[in-house]
């Protein structure tokens, strides 16, 4: 007679015999591409907040070269440009240092604070200001501070720039979009936070350094 150390169950439960398959018989499906339609999502997230800001401006243009950015264009190294177009009320503020993936280095950084000082003061002025987006060229957003750019001011000084940079850029009266294609790390995180909106290419990386 054979004893069992476990008590009888009226309803024992069921074993299966085999292992189970593995698991890449079965893969997960592909997450979905998103890049393709990123345009329709970005002017849908921000069509309300764009009615809401232009009451009292005439029509509500749409968007439909608002993400532009998986192919923003190279300009001139180690710089940032910013460019209106008075079409589309659209502004679009570029950070282009392409050989390091378009690092800040401090001369950037000053130019990133005149160029917002300018936004403000085309939100404010232009009647029909819109948008701007932020993005970088490339192939990149921004990956942070250069750090091989030379003499680097003391920590103090930048973390002061760029939290004035990022509160000025978050309260300009226009919708704000970072369009992030590639890698956004450190201080290109920072930046992206400072939007309204942000759009992301497939692939792209929000990287935040500790």
Request: charged share 20%; proline share 11%; net charge neutral.
């Amino acid at each position: 007679k054979i004893h069992f150390p476990y008590p009888k169950m009226k309803n024992p439960p069921f074993f299966f015999p085999f292992p189970p398959p593995p698991f890449f018989l079965f893969p997960p499906p592909p997450p979905p591409r998103c890049d393709e339609h990123a345009h329709v999502l970005a002017e849908k997230m921000a069509a309300p907040v764009i009615a809401m800001r232009s009451f009292g401006r005439g029509p509500t243009r749409r968007l439909g070269a608002l993400v532009s950015f998986c192919s923003a264009p190279t300009i001139d190294d180690a710089s940032v440009a910013l460019t209106f177009d008075d079409s589309s009320a659209l502004a679009t503020l570029t950070i282009s240092n392409t050989r390091r993936r378009n690092a800040l280095t401090p001369s950037m950084m000053e130019q990133l604070s005149d160029r917002v000082d300018a936004l403000a003061e085309w939100s404010r002025d232009g009647p029909d200001a819109r948008c701007v987006v932020l993005t970088g060229a490339g192939g990149a957003f921004c990956s942070g501070l250069d750090i091989k750019s030379g003499p680097l001011p003391d920590g103090e000084g930048m973390a002061t720039t760029m939290n004035r940079v990022t509160n000025r850029f978050r309260s300009l009266p226009v919708v704000s979009v970072a369009a992030v294609d590639g890698h956004a790390m450190g201080g290109g995180a920072e930046l992206t936070t400072a939007a309204d909106f942000r759009v992301l290419g497939h692939g792209a990386a929000v990287t935040f350094v500790h």
